[in-house]
């Protein structure tokens, strides 16, 4: 604007009124799109970010992958090399390898099923999302676990826990999605940044993160039916950052409530489980 008005400063009084409201207009097209162009990178970083998180995630499960041949791989090969030496109890030995095997077909298997419901169910939630939403939701999934981080913006009122009326349009087709997954536990978790509380209800950020929870994972049950022997309400004030918290931005990222929901610890325990027992090798006498 300064540039605009300088100019029409040195130009004197030849610009017509007309000519001075194009040029007005304008300039704000160009702020609009230079804004527009800002939340499209952010929104670029963001997706980014949890692409190279999964990336990184399917790398160590390979590694892990390989670490389990190369050990089996290398029992096998000390067992031949004792046969050579002495007689020694091959049968037993390729029982073992075969139940390992069978063990790690099943891990890559289950793996991929919950990876496959993960995305599933990552798809279906930002396919609902609108554009709008999207910049304010942000879904990833890591290690078999779907993490939902809501603005506090979007969900409450200004410095108050009370959910807003922009919120249950979104909170809707959260509350549609766990609906959808009755095997999954959820976890709402509150967060803060920095900044006290100053309120004659709320102590400090702790009570603030807590109550927060507690009020989405009331809306999920009175308004949107969801069980809640499977909800938990908790908050970790400002001792979980995901920023920095001395710039405004940092603030804004940290100020989030997220809901985690996470396979059942019956269904982990079930895979333990199978995991076959290992028996010893003995000599042929």
């Not at 540039?3 to 004197?12: H, Q, V, Y």
């Not at 009084?13 to 990178?41: A, H, M, R």
């Not at 949890?50 to 670490?67: I, T």
């Amino acid at each position: 604007m300064s540039i605009l008005t300088a100019s029409l400063f040195f130009t004197g009084c030849g610009v017509s009124k007309k000519t001075y409201i194009g040029l007005q207009t304008e300039y704000k097209n160009l702020q609009t799109q230079y804004q527009d162009s800002q939340l499209q990178l952010t929104e670029s970083r963001t997706r980014i970010k949890s692409l190279e998180d999964q990336l990184a995630s399917e790398r160590q499960n390979n590694a892990d992958l390989k670490a389990a041949y190369a050990a089996l791989q290398g029992s096998l090969d000390k067992s031949i090399n004792q046969n050579s030496q002495g007689n020694v109890n091959i049968s037993k030995l390729v029982d073992e390898i075969n139940a390992s095997n069978k063990y790690i077909k099943h891990l890559v298997e289950t793996k991929n099923k919950s990876d496959s419901l993960n995305l599933v169910l990552t798809n279906n939630l930002t396919r609902s999302l609108s554009r709008e939403e999207l910049q304010e939701v942000d879904v990833q999934v890591l290690k078999g676990v779907v993490y939902i981080s809501l603005a506090d913006n979007m969900l409450y009122k200004s410095g108050s826990y009370e959910i807003s009326d922009r919120a249950d349009m979104t909170l809707s087709k959260i509350a549609k999605i766990i609906q959808d997954y009755r095997d999954y536990e959820v976890l709402i978790e509150g967060n803060t940044d920095t900044d006290p509380i100053s309120k004659p209800n709320i102590r400090n950020n702790w009570d603030l993160s807590t109550l927060r929870a507690s009020s989405v994972v009331q809306a999920l049950q009175t308004k949107y039916g969801v069980d809640p022997k499977r909800l938990t309400a908790g908050g970790r004030g400002e001792y979980n950052p995901v920023a920095d918290n001395s710039t405004a931005l940092g603030k804004q990222r940290n100020r989030r409530t997220q809901i985690i929901i996470t396979p059942k610890l019956d269904q982990f325990m079930e895979l333990i489980d199978k995991a076959p027992e290992p028996t010893e090798v003995t000599p042929v006498q």
